[in-house]
């Protein structure tokens, strides 16, 4: 029986536990790490910058050729005829696919393809199909679709969604309370933006083999539904990410594109290549659902908290998921939501970057602050009074200090400005499953191989850190593979599970290759294998003390090969039951324009134990910039006559660029979080989840009148001052 | 974009003569607005007739060669000193890495960024169709014009435009039937159904240089601009202005708004409410008004008149600063 010692300074806590014999001891508080939690560059830093590293964007062949899709212009309409005679006649013209009598329900749902020699001819060729539709009424807003008599977008009603339970008991408890607030909070539809736009390249072999290289978040998903697709058993399948453009929940797996590129690339016996233009990744590929959320709080005058009930609609296009994460983070006497799921004539929404919390945080904060200013309290001071989270009741006053917060605006002048914050909550989503290969060989090369896609966020380093730190040698040594499916399963990256799933799977590969590379050596230097030791890069604890590299030059064998799987890893006392997180924020707005500028956001971050202090970083920057941009930019406009995108282009689908960035200040908060032997959490998507709240907060303060509505543009600012 | 032919040419006159023996061309300047324009088949030319290469002899203090691009126009000093309007334009404009493409020329010829003229999905009169898909209730018009064309909803993109207006600059054409010069302010037309072009230029007449004059108007000109996002954005409304302060009062003064108006619109009636008094406070406001009093925005842009209003007030409150 040993203690494991978790927490952070100031609340730390022991926990009985006894490492099983299999299984690699875990890491806690105690822990004197030699590799892990220090900023180390990406291991492909060199090659991203220098253009070197292949994305599947980028794979070209001799004999490659392009597929592209003709798409509907009409959101709601029944194709007629297709006449692809022109087309096809088109010399360079190799495969084509025309979809007779197609209902459309979106626009830029694909009607006809094309696979040609060039992408020009590919672009005339496009151009040459003539599509006859019979246009249908559309249903393009919320309100559209639950208008009386709305056109049906698909069968079925186009309102589902969750009934509210618990409305009875948020009802009784307002009626306790001393005061209740009630707004109406609405957020817009943000597209995924991935800078490498969706899809792959698919090349056949003489054996019938196929080859995909795809931008995705999941290469095994990928695999299974493009084998579907092809009619190809799933293993002879290989589905490589190398590099990944971006991905934030909009990729996970093969869609109609990648199928018509797989079908192309076989008819044709040639390489194909599909990946969406910008104008199809705005449309098809996937969105944040918007809202619209109608909160009814209530607290008593010590500033309690009693209840909160919000009732939204909200929707994802086609698809269903248009629900918000609200109410929650702070303890209510009694909460609950009742959630509208409303069809439109409209793409389909996909999991974006924690789904339903940004919007939901955005209302709930919204809300907070509005219980605040009706109790006269201070808006920080009632959220921790009312905030249990041993993490988060700890990051509350760091943040205060760092955005040093006040009560009052600022600015003289047209300019004032305002002081905001907001919180947030995650799961530690460490899910079994996962497995790693390590390969130790005589040549003292170390490699970590597993199958699934670094999405972007240093899945590739962060491996290669807990590798060294496990094995004893220094990160320098070691190689990661990662991106083929020939190697061991990874997750899906979604739901934030890749860091802290395979974090404890890297570190029993390692181990295992460790203890067994001890054995051999303990052979042929003298010495107990169970208490020889392997640190920087030296073997302690033997007769004699050798290298790392001698050690493995001594081995009887070419190469150790072991994999360490998910099994008996998880089974780990954890610290506390959520990730959280606060973010502040500090803005000036021109109250004569209705400009409002983010001058400062401090994120205060909970990354469970931290593997690598630069990626952390770099990952809460990502989630401050991501929030700012859907806080005070990003907006999916459609028109609302025809449903078709009047901005799917990155000029007035405005995403926040380099001036309009503010100082950020991250704060990553390093917590001996257990739970697995690795003790590593979800930090990708909590990271992202108060920044439009706080920024929301502080626009309203810096005013005095409150927006409650995304994004936060100029027309809208100027209303609530009522300057309109 | 579909296929065309393409001639470099080595003069303004040479390009003009040979676009008038041509049929469906376009002369290009920078490209970065017409490249965007081909890829989407909004133009569908057979000849491109690019002009970056043309000589033009414009080593004169205050002439501006059309082919000088933006970056270049910002980094002269001459402009800089005697007409500010025109060098904060140049030097606000889009992006630095567009700023080293695109050209003067270009700028003042681009083509609106009406999203519905860009997408050949939607109804435009411009493009020849009977209707404007942006005037009606339920169209998405929040960059639109609050002064619009009864057939045309768009906004000007051009902030080059409405500086050079301001300054009084003169436009010098080049045309096989004869050359001709022109105040800026007479360069663009009303819209009408069918008519891409926003300028008066005919079939082949090309932009060869623009003269910016040496006058106390141009000398206290300033230039402001209001977007949303500061890193590439058009402007949601722009206003140039310039004064001529002569024994305390106003003996000339003119008022440029863009992005309000299918072409750049002078505010004539703020000029009117300024000449013949003192800069102050209380002038600046009536100017302010009398520049948007006649604007009928639509739903979604009431805010540009808000905003425009106080850029006109910012520009002149900046310009009896100035000295």
Same mark, same amino acid.
């Given at each position: 029986?040993?203690?494991?010692?978790?927490?952070?300074?100031?609340?730390?806590?022991?926990?009985?536990?006894?490492?099983?014999?299999?299984?690699?001891?875990?890491?806690?508080?105690?822990?004197?790490?030699?590799?892990?939690?220090?900023?180390?560059?990406r291991?492909?830093?060199?090659?991203?910058?220098?253009?070197?590293?292949?994305?599947?964007?980028?794979?070209?062949?001799?004999?490659?050729?392009?597929?592209?899709?003709?798409?509907?212009?009409?959101?709601?309409a029944?194709?007629?005829?297709?006449?692809?005679?022109?087309?096809?006649?088109?010399?360079?013209?190799?495969?084509?696919?025309a979809?007779?009598?197609?209902?459309?329900r979106?626009?830029?749902?694909?009607? %006809?393809?094309?696979?040609?020699?060039?992408?020009?001819i590919?672009?005339?060729?496009?151009?040459?199909?003539?599509?006859?539709?019979?246009?249908?009424?559309?249903?393009?807003?919320?309100?559209?679709a639950?208008?009386?008599?709305?056109?049906?977008? =698909? /069968?079925?009603?186009?309102?589902?969604?969750?009934?509210?339970?618990?409305?009875?008991?948020?009802?009784?408890?307002?009626?306790?309370?001393?005061?209740?607030v009630?707004?109406?909070? #609405?957020?817009?539809?943000?597209?995924h933006?991935?800078?490498?736009?969706?899809?792959?390249?698919?090349?056949?072999?003489?054996?019938?083999?196929?080859?995909?290289?795809?931008?995705?978040?999941?290469?095994?998903? +990928?695999?299974?539904?493009?084998?579907?697709?092809?009619?190809?058993?799933?293993?002879?399948?290989?589905?490589?990410?190398?590099?990944?453009?971006?991905?934030?929940?909009?990729?996970?797996? %093969?869609?109609?594109?990648?199928?018509?590129?797989?079908?192309?690339?076989?008819?044709?016996?040639?390489?194909?290549?599909?990946?969406?233009?910008?104008?199809?990744?705005? =449309?098809?590929?996937?969105n944040?659902?918007?809202?619209?959320?109608?909160?009814?709080?209530?607290?008593?005058?010590?500033? +309690?908290?009693?209840?909160?009930?919000?009732?939204?609609?909200?929707?994802?296009?086609?698809?269903?998921?248009?629900g918000?994460?609200?109410?929650?983070?702070?303890?209510?006497?009694?909460?609950?939501?009742?959630?509208?799921?409303?069809?439109?004539?409209?793409?389909?929404?996909?999991?974006?970057?924690?789904?339903?919390?940004?919007?939901?945080?955005?209302?709930?904060?919204?809300?907070?602050?509005?219980?605040?200013?009706?109790?006269?309290?201070?808006?920080?001071?009632?959220?921790?009074?009312?905030?249990?989270?041993?993490?988060?009741?700890?990051?509350?006053?760091?943040?205060?200090?760092?955005?040093?917060?006040?009560? +009052?605006?600022?600015? /003289?002048?047209?300019?004032?400005?305002?002081?905001?914050?907001?919180?947030? #909550?995650?799961?530690? /989503?460490?899910?079994?499953?996962?497995?790693?290969?390590?390969?130790?060989?005589?040549?003292?090369?170390?490699?970590?191989?597993?199958?699934?896609?670094?999405?972007?966020?240093?899945?590739?380093?962060?491996?290669?850190?807990?590798?060294?730190?496990?094995?004893?040698?220094?990160?320098?040594?070691?190689?990661?593979?990662?991106?083929?499916?020939?190697?061991?399963?990874?997750?899906?990256?979604?739901?934030?599970v890749?860091?802290?799933?395979?974090?404890?799977?890297?570190?029993?590969?390692?181990?295992?290759?460790?203890?067994?590379?001890?054995?051999?050596?303990?052979?042929?230097?003298?010495?107990?294998?169970?208490?020889?030791?392997? +640190?920087?890069?030296?073997?302690?604890?033997?007769?004699?003390?050798?290298?790392?590299?001698?050690?493995?030059?001594?081995?009887?064998?070419?190469?150790?090969?072991?994999?360490?799987?998910?099994r008996?890893?998880?089974?780990?006392?954890?610290?506390?039951?959520?990730?959280?997180?606060?973010?502040?924020?500090?803005?000036?707005?021109?109250?004569?324009?209705?400009?409002?500028?983010?001058?400062?956001?401090?994120?205060?971050?909970?990354?469970?134990?931290?593997?690598?202090?630069?990626?952390?970083?770099?990952?809460?920057?990502?989630?401050?910039?991501?929030?700012l941009?859907?806080?005070?930019?990003?907006?999916?406009?459609?028109? #609302?006559?025809?449903?078709?995108?009047?901005?799917?282009?990155?000029?007035?689908y405005?995403?926040a660029g %380099?001036?309009?960035?503010?100082?950020?200040?991250t704060?990553?908060?390093?917590?001996?979080?257990?739970?697995?032997? %690795?003790g590593?959490?979800?930090l990708?998507?909590?990271a992202?989840?108060?920044?439009?709240?706080?920024?929301?907060?502080?626009?309203?303060?810096?005013?005095?009148?409150?927006?409650?509505?995304?994004?936060?543009?100029?027309?809208?600012?100027?209303?609530?001052?009522?300057?309109? | 974009?579909?296929?065309?032919?393409?001639?470099?040419?080595?003069?303004?006159?040479?390009?003009?003569?040979?676009?008038?023996?041509?049929?469906?061309? $376009?002369?290009?300047?920078?490209?970065?607005?017409?490249?965007?324009?081909?890829?989407?088949?909004?133009?569908?030319?057979?000849?491109? !007739?690019s &002009?970056?290469?043309?000589?033009?002899?414009?080593?004169?203090?205050?002439?501006?060669?059309?082919?000088? *691009?933006?970056?270049e126009?910002?980094?002269?000093?001459?402009?800089?000193?005697?007409?500010?309007?025109?060098?904060?334009?140049?030097?606000?404009?889009?992006?630095?890495?567009?700023?080293?493409?695109?050209?003067?020329?270009?700028?003042?010829?681009?083509?609106?960024?009406?999203?519905?003229?860009?997408?050949?999905?939607?109804?435009?009169?411009?493009?020849?169709?009977?209707?404007?898909?942006?005037?009606?209730?339920?169209?998405?018009?929040?960059?639109?014009?609050?002064?619009?064309?009864?057939?045309?909803?768009?906004?000007?993109?051009?902030? &080059?435009?409405?500086?050079?207006?301001?300054?009084a600059? *003169?436009?010098?054409?080049?045309?096989?039937?004869?050359?001709?010069?022109?105040?800026?302010?007479?360069?663009?037309?009303?819209?009408?159904?069918?008519?891409?072009?926003?300028?008066?230029?005919?079939?082949?007449?090309?932009?060869?240089?623009?003269?910016?004059?040496?006058?106390? &108007?141009?000398?206290r000109?300033?230039?402001?601009?209001?977007?949303?996002?500061?890193?590439?954005?058009?402007?949601a409304?722009?206003?140039?202005?310039? !004064?001529?302060?002569?024994?305390?009062?106003?003996?000339?003064?003119?008022?440029?708004?863009?992005?309000?108006?299918?072409?750049?619109?002078?505010?004539?009636?703020?000029?009117?409410?300024l000449?013949?008094?003192?800069?102050?406070?209380?002038?600046?406001?009536?100017?302010?008004?009398?520049?948007?009093?006649?604007?009928?925005p639509?739903?979604?842009?009431?805010?540009?008149?808000v905003?425009g209003?106080?850029? $006109?007030?910012?520009?002149?409150?900046?310009?009896?600063?100035?000295?």
């Amino acid at each position: 029986m040993s203690d494991l010692k978790l927490g952070f300074p100031g609340n730390e806590k022991n926990e009985n536990f006894e490492t099983p014999d299999n299984v690699a001891p875990p890491w806690d508080a105690t822990t004197k790490f030699s590799v892990m939690g220090k900023p180390h560059p990406r291991l492909e830093a060199e090659d991203k910058v220098t253009g070197r590293a292949k994305y599947s964007y980028d794979i070209r062949f001799p004999d490659l050729i392009y597929a592209k899709m003709l798409r509907s212009p009409h959101a709601s309409a029944r194709v007629k005829s297709i006449d692809i005679s022109k087309a096809k006649a088109l010399p360079g013209v190799l495969y084509s696919e025309a979809r007779q009598g197609l209902t459309v329900r979106y626009a830029g749902q694909g009607v %006809a393809g094309i696979a040609a020699e060039t992408e020009e001819i590919l672009d005339d060729a496009l151009a040459l199909i003539e599509v006859e539709y019979e246009v249908l009424p559309c249903a393009v807003t919320v309100e559209d679709a639950m208008a009386p008599g709305a056109p049906q977008v =698909l /069968n079925g009603p186009n309102v589902g969604g969750r009934p509210g339970r618990g409305k009875e008991r948020v009802d009784a408890v307002h009626k306790d309370a001393d005061i209740v607030v009630e707004a109406e909070y #609405r957020t817009q539809v943000q597209t995924h933006s991935c800078f490498e736009t969706h899809g792959c390249v698919c090349k056949f072999d003489d054996d019938g083999s196929l080859t995909v290289w795809a931008s995705t978040q999941s290469t095994f998903f +990928t695999k299974t539904a493009i084998a579907r697709a092809a009619r190809v058993r799933p293993e002879n399948v290989t589905v490589i990410t190398e590099h990944m453009g971006g991905g934030f929940g909009s990729k996970f797996g %093969a869609d109609d594109w990648d199928r018509f590129c797989v079908l192309a690339a076989r008819a044709t016996k040639r390489p194909c290549r599909y990946l969406l233009d910008r104008r199809a990744e705005h =449309l098809i590929a996937g969105n944040r659902p918007d809202s619209i959320q109608k909160c009814r709080f209530s607290a008593n005058k010590n500033g +309690t908290l009693m209840g909160a009930w919000v009732e939204s609609w909200g929707t994802a296009g086609v698809g269903r998921g248009a629900g918000v994460q609200n109410p929650t983070i702070y303890r209510f006497r009694a909460a609950g939501s009742e959630q509208k799921d409303v069809r439109t004539h409209a793409g389909r929404g996909r999991a974006f970057r924690a789904p339903r919390h940004p919007q939901g945080v955005f209302a709930l904060e919204g809300m907070i602050d509005e219980v605040a200013f009706a109790l006269g309290m201070d808006p920080l001071a009632l959220r921790q009074k009312n905030d249990a989270h041993p993490v988060r009741s700890a990051q509350w006053p760091v943040g205060q200090k760092a955005i040093g917060w006040r009560k +009052t605006p600022r600015g /003289n002048g047209a300019v004032k400005i305002g002081y905001g914050c907001a919180g947030s #909550r995650w799961g530690h /989503n460490a899910r079994p499953g996962d497995a790693v290969r390590c390969r130790i060989g005589k040549d003292g090369s170390v490699l970590f191989a597993n199958g699934s896609q670094d999405l972007g966020t240093g899945t590739r380093t962060l491996i290669a850190i807990l590798g060294a730190e496990e094995l004893g040698v220094p990160l320098s040594f070691v190689d990661v593979r990662l991106g083929h499916t020939t190697d061991p399963y990874g997750h899906a990256s979604g739901g934030s599970v890749t860091a802290p799933s395979i974090a404890p799977v890297v570190k029993q590969a390692a181990w295992l290759a460790k203890r067994e590379l001890l054995e051999h050596i303990a052979k042929k230097i003298g010495g107990d294998p169970k208490k020889m030791e392997l +640190t920087d890069g030296d073997v302690l604890g033997g007769k004699k003390k050798i290298t790392f590299k001698q050690a493995c030059a001594l081995l009887p064998v070419d190469s150790i090969d072991v994999t360490g799987d998910s099994r008996n890893v998880f089974r780990v006392p954890r610290f506390s039951r959520e990730v959280a997180g606060v973010q502040f924020a500090r803005v000036a707005v021109d109250t004569e324009t209705g400009l409002v500028k983010v001058q400062k956001i401090v994120s205060v971050q909970d990354c469970g134990q931290i593997v690598n202090e630069l990626t952390v970083r770099s990952q809460m920057l990502g989630g401050v910039i991501q929030g700012l941009s859907y806080a005070l930019f990003e907006n999916r406009l459609l028109d #609302r006559n025809t449903g078709d995108m009047v901005n799917a282009d990155l000029l007035n689908y405005k995403i926040a660029g %380099a001036r309009d960035m503010p100082e950020i200040e991250t704060i990553p908060f390093n917590v001996a979080q257990g739970g697995t032997t %690795a003790g590593v959490s979800s930090l990708g998507e909590p990271a992202t989840v108060p920044t439009a709240g706080a920024i929301a907060n502080a626009v309203s303060h810096a005013i005095d009148a409150r927006v409650r509505s995304l994004p936060i543009t100029p027309d809208k600012v100027l209303a609530a001052l009522g300057a309109l | 974009m579909k296929n065309f032919a393409y001639y470099t040419a080595e003069s303004v006159p040479a390009a003009a003569r040979a676009l008038a023996g041509m049929k469906n061309a $376009v002369a290009k300047g920078g490209g970065t607005d017409l490249l965007a324009l081909l890829k989407d088949r909004v133009l569908e030319p057979d000849e491109v !007739v690019s &002009l970056k290469g043309a000589k033009i002899d414009a080593k004169v203090a205050g002439v501006i060669a059309a082919t000088t *691009t933006l970056a270049e126009l910002a980094a002269d000093p001459w402009i800089k000193k005697h007409a500010p309007a025109v060098h904060v334009a140049a030097d606000e404009a889009a992006t630095p890495q567009i700023r080293n493409v695109a050209t003067v020329g270009g700028n003042l010829c681009q083509s609106t960024r009406c999203w519905y003229y860009r997408n050949k999905n939607f109804a435009c009169s411009k493009r020849g169709d009977d209707a404007c898909a942006a005037l009606t209730a339920r169209s998405q018009h929040r960059y639109h014009a609050v002064f619009p064309h009864v057939a045309c909803a768009s906004a000007h993109a051009s902030n &080059l435009a409405p500086a050079l207006i301001a300054v009084a600059a *003169t436009v010098h054409c080049v045309h096989p039937d004869g050359d001709r010069a022109l105040d800026a302010g007479l360069l663009y037309q009303d819209p009408a159904k069918g008519r891409v072009q926003d300028t008066i230029l005919r079939p082949g007449e090309l932009i060869e240089r623009i003269t910016v004059p040496d006058s106390p &108007l141009a000398r206290r000109s300033t230039y402001v601009e209001f977007r949303e996002r500061e890193s590439f954005d058009f402007s949601a409304v722009s206003v140039a202005a310039a !004064v001529h302060i002569d024994g305390g009062k106003v003996i000339d003064a003119r008022i440029v708004l863009g992005a309000v108006a299918p072409k750049p619109l002078r505010a004539t009636a703020a000029e009117q409410a300024l000449v013949g008094q003192p800069l102050n406070a209380a002038t600046i406001e009536k100017a302010a008004a009398a520049a948007f009093a006649d604007a009928r925005p639509l739903s979604d842009n009431k805010y540009k008149v808000v905003i425009g209003r106080r850029l $006109v007030m910012r520009a002149l409150a900046g310009l009896k600063e100035m000295r």
